[in-house]
């Protein structure tokens, strides 16, 4: 329904910062939740970002908050997920994800819609 391709991830130092960027094909963009969730080999995936389709509310997991900033721009139908002082334990492929059926914030399984991914990696 909605196809969205992420791009900005690479190769980082600890402590530096990444923008991550995910365009968004769709005729009602502000009418879905979005999120960016990550996945690491042997891990568990987690949502790390959430954002509502007016911006009014955003989620972070605990373990990015304060340094991760999710913000969308409806105007460009693109949602960003800044990363500022990452560690090495950010290194994961990020998913940009959207929720369809909810302007609302709700959970990572409730997001139908992703991306291809990007990978990320935070070095020493």
């Known amino acids: 329904q909605v196809q969205l391709v992420e791009s900005g991830g690479g190769l980082v130092q600890a402590g530096g910062s990444l923008r991550l960027s995910c365009a968004a094909s769709?005729?009602?963009?502000?009418?879905?939740?979005m999120g960016w969730i990550r996945q690491a080999p042997g891990k568990e995936r987690e949502f790390v970002a959430g954002i509502s389709g007016s911006s009014t509310r955003t989620y972070y997991a605990d373990s990015v908050k304060g340094r991760f900033f999710i913000s969308r721009d409806n105007a460009k139908n693109t949602v960003y997920l800044q990363m500022n002082s990452v560690k090495p334990e950010d290194t994961a492929v990020y998913y940009c994800a959207a929720d369809t059926l909810s302007p609302f914030i709700r959970g990572l399984a409730d997001f139908g819609s992703w991306g291809q991914g990007s990978q990320v990696t935070v070095s020493s």
């Open positions: 769709a005729r009602t963009f502000s009418s879905y939740a």
